[in-house]
């Protein structure tokens, strides 16, 4: 049998997803959820602390508990997952809109990043991710050329790491990341919807082929209302 606080738990993470509880609502007290539910208030309160563990309620104290808005997109931080993958996983309808591909002589700190040599080439690709009508990721990736010969606007309006790796038999193997907080650039306000914001989060990815070499530099930035950048930790115990 099912315990009583998940039954709870779920028929109000139900109510929050439908919109019948709308963000910034107050939730009833735990008086009030115990007379509704016929329940006890320990058991209220178990559910309310699943609640808030799982990001769907804010409690404030002196007031109770406040509904937060989940209409953002889970991003993993950890994961190494293409834009086109993240979307379907999250069943909305992305478009990418390709602001610019061309072959570049990198600038010192590109060459710098993707550790290439003074005649080394690299492809700039500048792409605005739209979703729901609204454009809120701008992504900017450097790849060498060396490993990657040739690209076209249609590989990256759909999906580069698609192409890599089933066109071009690349593993790709890992990345290391860094995530920073930054006012947003003139080309940030001209090419996403930032009206009302003062800041971008920015992911910058430093990807790697399975023999261990930098390939990519990524810089993905994102409107801060619209994503949750969500990992798992597990502390390791020492004996």
């Not at 937060?68 to 309808?93: C, H, R, T, W, Y």
């Not at 591909?101 to 060459?111: A, C, E, T, V």
Request: hydrophobic content about 35%; proline content about 4%.
């Amino acid at each position: 049998m099912t315990n009583k606080y998940l039954t709870i738990y779920n028929c109000i993470v139900e109510q929050i997803k439908s919109g019948e509880i709308p963000p910034q609502t107050l939730l009833p007290s735990e008086n009030e959820l115990k007379d509704q539910f016929e329940t006890s208030r320990e058991t209220i309160r178990k559910a309310l602390n699943l609640l808030s563990q799982n990001g769907y309620i804010q409690k404030v104290r002196g007031k109770g508990s406040i509904v937060i808005d989940i209409s953002k997109f889970d991003f993993p931080v950890s994961g190494l997952v293409s834009f086109k993958e993240l979307a379907s996983k999250m069943g909305s309808k992305p478009k990418t809109i390709v602001n610019e591909l061309s072959l570049i002589k990198p600038d010192g700190f590109i060459r710098q990043q993707l550790q290439l040599g003074s005649k080394d080439l690299v492809w700039k690709v500048v792409r605005t991710r739209e979703m729901g009508g609204e454009k809120i990721i701008l992504d900017k990736d450097f790849l060498s050329n060396k490993y990657v010969p040739s690209l076209t606007e249609e590989i990256c309006a759909d999906s580069i790491y698609q192409y890599l790796e089933n066109e071009l038999n690349l593993t790709i193997s890992f990345a290391k990341k860094e995530i920073v907080v930054a006012e947003p650039t003139t080309e940030d306000r001209t090419l996403l919807d930032l009206e009302g914001f003062h800041n971008v989060v920015i992911i910058k990815n430093f990807v790697y082929l399975d023999d261990a070499t930098l390939f990519q530099y990524t810089e993905s930035r994102h409107r801060p209302d619209k994503f949750r950048f969500v990992d798992f930790a597990r502390r390791t115990h020492r004996s």
